[in-house]
């Protein structure tokens, strides 16, 4: 079955670098996301991108954050200067567009960011 | 969007029937009724989505009554696996984000 894959599983940064959250969302889909998850809370959407643009974003995608879809195949989540409060969970998913009126999305396994 | 309200925790044992009921009282009428699992540490799965009367699937069953302001899942015959976060979620449109609330967490005893 296919799959969302992201990388790295687990990032550890200084507060104040920037990081870069990798994904490999499912081929054949068109629509992404990313959502973060700090540990104990709800997930939270972030962004969804479409078209080669961002369709949505949340309160929290704010200037520090970006999302780029460099190739045909990787889809990125950079944030700019880590804070200690963005350590969480971010999550990536995707989802097919013919499946109209469908919320399945496919997420990810994650990747851990820890700002010290 | 319309808002859920579902059970904080819930408990069961291996091999019983689990329902999870969510109200969502102002669904609107071209909204969906979608089920994530979501297991410590992981991303939160697709189980179902119904818009009316009952889904069945390999997994899960869906419930809902003709007002559609409630919804219940049910989990055949669960088992220590099963234990994981449970959330019901309402909306429409292919691309739109998801918005999560605080879900089920249903724990599962030998």
């Known amino acids: 079955e296919p799959e969302v894959t992201q990388t790295p599983s687990h990032q550890v940064t200084q507060m104040g670098q920037e990081v870069i959250l990798r994904c490999v969302p499912i081929s054949n889909h068109l629509y992404f996301y990313w959502y973060r998850q700090i540990l104990g809370q709800k997930v939270e959407f972030l962004v969804s991108?479409?078209?080669?643009?961002?369709?949505?974003k949340s309160e929290i995608f704010d200037d520090q954050f970006s999302v780029e879809r460099p190739d045909g195949s990787n889809f990125t989540l950079k944030i700019r200067s880590t804070k200690l409060e963005d350590s969480a969970m971010y999550f990536c998913?995707?989802?097919?567009?013919?499946?109209?009126?469908?919320?399945?999305?496919?997420f990810g396994p994650g990747t851990r960011l820890t700002v010290t | 969007l319309a808002k859920t309200t579902q059970p904080i925790s819930m408990d069961s044992y291996e091999g019983q029937e689990v329902n999870i009921t969510c109200s969502h009282n102002?669904?609107?009428?071209?909204?969906?009724i979608t089920w994530y699992q979501q297991f410590p540490s992981q991303g939160p799965r697709f189980i179902i989505q119904?818009?009316?009367t009952k889904v069945t699937n390999e997994v899960a069953s869906l419930f809902i009554p003709a007002d559609r302001k409630s919804s219940t899942l049910s989990l055949p015959r669960v088992s220590l696996s099963d234990t994981a976060v449970y959330y019901c979620l309402v909306g429409n449109n292919a691309g739109n984000m998801l918005t999560f609330g605080g879900g089920t967490r249903l724990m599962v005893k030998p």
């Open positions: 991108f479409y078209n080669n643009e961002i369709s949505e």
């Open positions: 119904g818009y009316k």
């Open positions: 102002n669904i609107a009428t071209n909204d969906y």
């Open positions: 998913a995707s989802s097919d567009p013919g499946q109209v009126s469908s919320y399945e999305q496919y």
